[in-house]
């Protein structure tokens, strides 16, 4: 077992760029500490390894951010806009003013990834990732602080992706274009990317128009094991002793995984031919060994007869999008900066 660890470290460092394997490296180290074998999870330790940082009202590199803590649904979000193009500072005045009456601003409501249990709005990975997100397509960013399991199991984390989008949608500040309306994508990686899934159909079913869904690596599973989790079992910083073990801290104790939380279009999956479904950009990385369920994701929403675009980049692993140090990193971004900016 030493030999296999050790060959699948070497392979692993020889594709994935050096910043970027230290980095998800130190994070899965990290992680392999806070799970307990009982289930439990040791939340106190990761408030103190996770890296957070502060909003900032003063721009820094064009963007600015704030947190606002909504007490009607006791839910946090923060904020990031992009700066005044003639350099005025930004005041609490500006929040009663739309976006733009002209042209439009996309909004991207985005869910941060750790597998429902680690990360949050404000840390510093997912602080980065959301002000390239303004910086690159010009948009507002709103990032939720769901509440995370095991503490909080299904459906804790979609209640809140749903109250974010509505709080979100009744914003007259987040409005813009003649149509004075808050245009709306969601977006998340690894489980962001399954909480963006649920939210949007929930909009679709509430008669909520979200135009698009960014789904980075997300995060589906059955009870049937794929050919890529075979393969890739343990190779790429993931096993699937840890994919289980978060689907058990976060699915309603005594289900398996074929919840239609984690397998979408499964044996209990729900039906959602008809419905007003977003576009979506669905993003796979080569390495990523639950790569099978995206792809069948992606087969699933096709035969639903709704609209997805898919991104599979083969020599990607999970977190290539962190740092602008590989080939994949800048074609995602384009590809993101063309789907919410269709028209430009």
Known sequence: MAGSNEINTNECKRVVPLNTWILISNFKLAYNLLRRHDGTFNRELNEYLDRKVAANTTPVDGVFSFDIFDKATNLLNRVYMPAM??????????????????????VIVFFHGGSFTHSSANSAIY?????RFVSLCKAVV????????????????????????????????????????????????????????????????????????????????????????????????????????????????????????????GPRGKDIKGLKFPRSLVVVAGFDLVQDWQLAYVEGL???????????????TIGFYFLPNNDNFYTLMDKIENFVNPTA
């Open 85 to 106: 193009e003639n350099g005025a500072q930004w005041s609490v005045v500006e929040l009663e003013k739309p976006l733009s009456k002209n042209k439009v601003v996309p």
């Open 142 to 265: 709103v990032s939720v602080n769901y509440r995370r399991s095991p503490e909080d199991r299904y459906p804790s984390a979609y209640d809140d992706g749903w109250s974010a989008v509505k709080w979100v949608c009744t914003r007259p500040w987040l409005q813009s274009g003649k149509d004075s309306k808050v245009h709306i994508y969601l977006c998340g990686d690894s489980s962001g990317g399954n909480i963006a899934h649920h939210v949007a159909v929930r909009a679709a079913e509430e008669g909520l128009d979200v135009i698009g869904n960014i789904l980075l690596h997300p995060m589906f599973g059955g009870e049937q094991r794929t050919e890529s989790e075979n393969r890739l079992d343990g190779k790429y910083f993931v096993t699937v002793q840890d994919r289980d073990w978060y689907w058990r801290a976060y699915l309603p104790e005594g289900e398996d995984r074929d919840h239609p939380a984690c397998n979408i279009f």
């Open 127 to 131: 602080d980065t990732l959301c002000r």
């Open 302 to 316: 096709r035969n639903s007869g709704h609209n997805v675009d898919l991104l599979y980049l083969d020599q990607a």
